[in-house]
Nanobody
Framework: QVQLVESGGGLVQAGGSLRLSCEVSGRTFSYYRMGWFRQVPGKEREFTAGITWGDHRTLYADSVKGRFTISRDNANNTVYLQMNSLKPEDTAVYYC?????????????????WGQGTQVTVSS
């Protein structure tokens, strides 16, 4: 069984930074594509960032490009989301997700395993 556990969320002022972590346990982590999604009440969960397993190619939503960085440490089964220059509109619950399929990395239906989410709140 695969489990994903996020940490690192919290309250930060606009312009500040946070680093989210997602630790994966269970099957071999290095075979998973990993993604971060976020959701605010009343809206669909949206793709934020993704990273492939072998060559660590990354993809970002336009809204976070240049401010967020996704990375992974296969040796420690952990994926990170470094968030800089945070804005109030980044406030959301952030979810880590793992995919074993080759498909659109932005499509949440391609992700089989999900964490419980961590709240990020950015004050103005």
């Amino acid at each position: 069984q695969v489990q994903l556990v996020e940490s690192g969320g919290g309250l930060v002022q606009a312009g500040g930074s946070l680093r989210l972590s997602c630790e994966v346990s269970g099957r071999t982590f290095s075979y998973y594509r990993m993604g971060w999604f976020r959701q605010v009440p009343g809206k669909e969960r949206e793709f934020t960032a993704g990273i492939t397993w072998g060559d660590h190619r990354t993809l970002y939503a336009d809204s976070v490009k240049g401010r967020f960085t996704i990375s992974r440490d296969n040796a420690n089964n952990t994926v990170y989301l470094q968030m800089n220059s945070l804005k109030p509109e980044d406030t959301a619950v952030y979810y880590c997700a793992a995919s074993t399929v080759v498909g659109d990395i932005k499509n949440r239906s391609n992700y089989r395993y999900w964490g419980q989410g961590t709240q990020v709140t950015v004050s103005s």
